[in-house]
Every structure is written in C-alpha cells, then in structure tokens.
C-alpha cells in the first residue's frame, strides 16, 4: 500500500490544475513517476484492449484530461499521487518533450547542440523542465496533423523523445528522486513550435502528396503495408497506427485492416496489440472527417 503525503498530494493536484488551463492535459503519477491509478482489467488476461472505453480510471496515458471535474476524481481517487504527468500529441499544443538525460553518462545538451548544426535548426525559447537528476525536459509544439513517435536515444545518446502516446512528468511534481520545477523565465512561455528541421527527425516519412492519380487503393495500400514492415524495435506500434490512419483517410482503412495485422505481426507486435492500435486509427480519423 503506497504512502500517502497529502501535502504532496494537494501540491501535484494544484499544479495539475493549472497546467490544465494552459489545455494541458494531465494525470496523477506515484512517485516512481509511473501512472498512479493500476488498470481495472489488470487481472483479467482475456480482456478486450481498451484505451478507456470502460469509462473506468487507471488506462495511463489515456486517462489524461483538462476537466478539472475529471482531474480531481482521478487524484481522488489516486490520494497517494505525489505529481502528474502531462500528456504529449494532443490539442491544442500537440506537446513533443525532448528529454535531456543526464544519468547515460553521455552529453546530451552537446548532441543536441551537434544535430542542430548538422541539420540547420534552432531550438527556441519554450518551456524547460529541470529534473531531478540534472536533466532537462524541453517543451515544443508540433502541427496537428503529425504523429510524432516516442523513442530513447534514437536521435542521438541521451536524447529520448515524448511524443503520441507519451507523457511529461509536469513541474512541481514530487518523485523518489526529488522535485521537477521549470527553469528561470520559462514558467509562463507556451511551448514553441518545432523547428522543421527537427521535425523530420521525429517523424517517419510524410505521405506523399504528388501520387499519380492512378494509383489504385491496391497501390497505396501496399505502400503502406511495407512501411510498417520496415519498422524496427521501437517504430512499430507509431508505423502502424501512422499507416493505419492514412488508409482511413484515403478511404480504404477497412480493406487494409488484415494486411496491415499481418505486416505488424510480422515485426513482432502481437495480433491484439496491432488491432488496437488499428481501431485507435479508426477513431482518430473518424474524428476529424
């Protein structure tokens, strides 16, 4: 049973609350900076996926709102809480965190620095968490319409990337490790937007917009069959669910459904975690359309 700190509570719930009126979208995080609330379907193996259908608490990521009704239930139910994460890839910022990592023994403020010259990019002013460790958390903002894939040390050592699907552990949040605060002067800047540069490093290849047009639904569909078989560790479930929604887009998402299943499968997901990932993709494009 975790031990409760209602001081630290109140505080992370505060905190909470006011990074929800930024359109931030949060949830209550134990102090080993995991998601409070357990899932309610953890002992029943056979479940269905669900990314809080149930309407029940304890999904993650997928709990993270900027209701304050809802945000107060959940640390309600969550007293133990001791901070909150924020959740990346939604409106209105549709956050990306570049985590700066210190605990590699690498220098990833100089990698960074490295790939900007290299690739011709500046970071701007925006938001920066400092952590616990000595790292730091830099807050961008990306367009609506890219999904930007989480992943550790892929860009460079010490460089992990919080995006679709991910969280932040927000300032003024309380872990095993210490406090998390913002930087001088950088409490009260939105988050920047991301440098193009830096963007393409993030995200896979954009869909083509100059395809003749006499591709066939065919066509297109194998094109995006073998880009999730191209994936690597890591990739797999942000190609998919990236294939995914561009054939909802284009019309042909359900004709798709078994060879993009097959395609993932392949790569390593299991057969229920690439059908989730699909019917996630479903319901995001429907969304829009």
């Known amino acids: 049973m975790a031990t409760i700190d209602r001081q630290a509570t109140t505080l992370a719930l505060a905190h909470a609350l006011s990074a929800a009126e930024r359109g ?48 107060r239930a959940l640390f309600a139910a969550a007293p133990w809480a001791t901070g909150y994460g924020i959740a990346c890839g939604l409106e209105p910022h549709h956050l990306i965190g570049i985590d700066l990592d210190t605990k590699s023994g ?26 616990p460790s000595g790292g730091r958390h830099l807050w961008l903002s ?8 989480n992943s550790a040390s892929r860009l460079a050592p010490g460089i992990d990337i919080r995006g679709a699907g991910g969280y932040l552990v927000g300032p003024g949040s309380r872990t095993e490790h210490g406090v ?3 930087a001088p002067g950088t409490a009260q800047l939105p988050p920047a937007p991301c440098p193009t540069s830096l963007l393409r490093l993030l995200t896979p290849p954009p869909r083509p917009h100059n395809t003749p047009t006499t591709a066939t639904p065919g066509q297109q569909g194998q094109g ?14 942000t190609r998919l669910f ?37 019917t996630s993709a479903s319901r995001m494009t429907s969304h829009r359309s």
């Not at 229920?272 to 699909?278: F, K, M, V």
């Open 142 to 149: 990306g367009p609506p319409d890219v999904v930007v894939p």
């Open 224 to 237: 995006l069959v073998q880009f999730v078989l191209a994936a690597h560790e890591g990739q797999r479930n």
């Open 24 to 71: 931030l979208a949060v949830i209550p995080l134990s102090r080993t900076k995991l998601p409070a609330l357990r899932s309610p379907h953890r002992d029943d193996p056979a479940a269905p996926p669900c990314h809080g259908e149930c309407d029940r608490f304890g999904h993650g990521v997928y709990d993270a709102s900027t209701d304050p009704r809802r945000i």
């Open 180 to 182: 998390y605060s913002t």
């Open 242 to 278: 990236w294939a995914a929604c561009r054939a909802y887009e284009n019309g042909f998402g359900p004709q798709l459904t078994e060879a993009l299943v097959d395609a993932a499968v392949r790569t390593g997901l299991t057969e229920r975690e690439a059908r989730s990932t699909i």
């Open 106 to 131: 690498t220098d990833s403020s100089a990698a960074l620095r490295e790939l900007a010259l290299r690739h011709l990019f500046t970071i701007p002013e925006t938001v920066v968490v400092l952590t």
